[in-house]
């Protein structure tokens, strides 16, 4: 059998969003590898089918000499696997996968970016040096003539110098959603607007202005109420202390914790937030938001603005703006036709807009296909 071997820092991560790629390789008839840090998950990855191989990759680590350690250590498993095409997830993924790629002699590789991260948010010398390093690497030392590039996102393509037309590059709609699993449902009764952001708890999220955009809206006298859904992520060092979002949780704002039910979230809530500092694919909460038939608030930001259009599924405002985050949220809170009309442009954008599991499984079958053909 064809092995196609996935390269993924996290176990949780590719169980959160990659398991119906895994399900599709596996559909082709291809032996699959999910290549992890094993935590909690393997049995739900295994479960597709898949076999799992630990590798000990600190993803918050700047080590390269770490890094080098762990490519090297990837390069032989590739080569015990013997694996016909590597497929990276996320920034470090691509780093060490590409190279331990390169190492084991396997041109065929698949680099699926999932954001840039902090790298793409700041737009100092620092972050644009950044860019240019890693332009510079992933078009160079670690692309052969079979690397395909997978982006959520086309801003993300041309960050790194690539159009996003050209034929060894394919945008997709994050990694899809099941619009059978989240339906929308009846919207509450307004007033209050009930707005929810779920996420990592991390200050790129914009978590911070999500809170003081619900202040101002209250202290103006908009009927507003926020919950935050989700748990700080120990790994990453922009994560927001479980003191800090206690201490937010009051006047209209609780901070929940990590939820299992993000369906049950959004029955529940009539506005999903994401005021992200940058930085993003695609978010896959504004996703499973959008498939609920939720209205959307988001930054104007790479990513978000791939999903939401202002005005059409949501209102999208400058990042670290937390007033016209507030204004925002004011003029849905005073109109609820307004929220149902954008809530079912959004499920609609989900429907018909390439953003479904089963759209983005589509087209990366197809880039599988043509590196197995060649």
């Known amino acids: 059998m064809r092995r196609l071997v996935f390269v993924v820092t996290e176990d949780w991560f590719f169980a959160s969003h990659f398991l119906p790629m895994a399900r599709a390789a596996i559909g082709m008839g291809l032996a699959v590898a999910v290549v992890t840090r094993v935590r909690a998950h393997r049995a739900v990855i ?4 898949a076999q799992v191989v630990p590798l000990e990759a600190e993803r918050a680590s700047l080590n390269p ?6 490519a090297g250590q990837l390069a032989a498993i590739l080569k015990a696997l ?9 920034l470090r993924g691509i780093l ?9 002699g396997i041109p065929s590789r698949v680099y699926a970016l999932t954001g840039l991260g902090l790298v793409g948010a700041r737009g100092d010398r620092l972050g644009r040096a950044a860019r240019l390093a890693l332009r510079t690497l992933i078009r160079g030392p670690l692309a052969s003539s079979r690397t395909r590039f997978l982006f959520e996102n ?14 060894s590059v394919t945008v997709v709609g994050g990694a899809g959603v099941d619009p059978a699993a989240f339906v929308p449902r009846p919207l509450p009764p307004m007033p209050p607007l009930r707005v929810a952001v779920v996420a990592r708890m991390l200050w790129s999220k914009g ?5 003081e955009a619900v202040r ?6 908009a009927p507003v109420e926020l919950a935050l859904y989700g748990a700080p992520d120990p790994s990453n060092r922009r994560a927001i202390d479980e003191g800090t979002l206690r201490a937010w949780s009051r006047d209209g704002i609780v901070w929940h914790g990590p939820t299992t039910d993000v369906a049950a979230v959004w029955a529940g809530h009539h506005v999903a937030c994401l005021p992200s500092r940058g930085g993003e694919g695609l978010p896959r909460t504004l996703l499973e938001a959008a498939s609920c038939g939720r209205a959307l608030v988001a930054s104007d930001v790479p990513g978000c603005r791939s999903l939401v259009r202002d005005g059409v599924e949501g209102l999208l405002v400058p990042p ?21 009309g954008l809530g079912a442009a959004a499920r609609t954008r989900i429907e018909t807009g390439g953003f479904t599991e089963a759209a983005v499984t589509d087209h990366v079958r197809a880039i599988w296909r043509d590196l197995l053909e060649a």
Do not use: F
Request: proline share 4%; charged share 20%; aromatic share 2%.
């Open 207 to 211: 978590i911070d202005v999500a809170v």
């Open 320 to 340: 670290n703006d937390a007033p016209a985050l507030a204004a925002a949220l004011a003029r849905l809170s005073g109109d609820a036709g307004l929220v149902a």
């Open 216 to 221: 101002l809206a209250r202290a103006q006298g």
């Open 96 to 104: 060490v996968g590409g190279t331990a790629a390169a190492m084991a």
């Open 46 to 49: 295994e479960a597709t089918g």
């Open 65 to 70: 000499m770490a890094a080098g350690y762990a």
């Open 154 to 167: 086309p801003d993300d393509a041309r960050a790194l110098g690539l159009d996003p037309l050209e034929q």
């Open 82 to 90: 013997k694996a016909d095409i590597v497929h990276c997830i996320a």
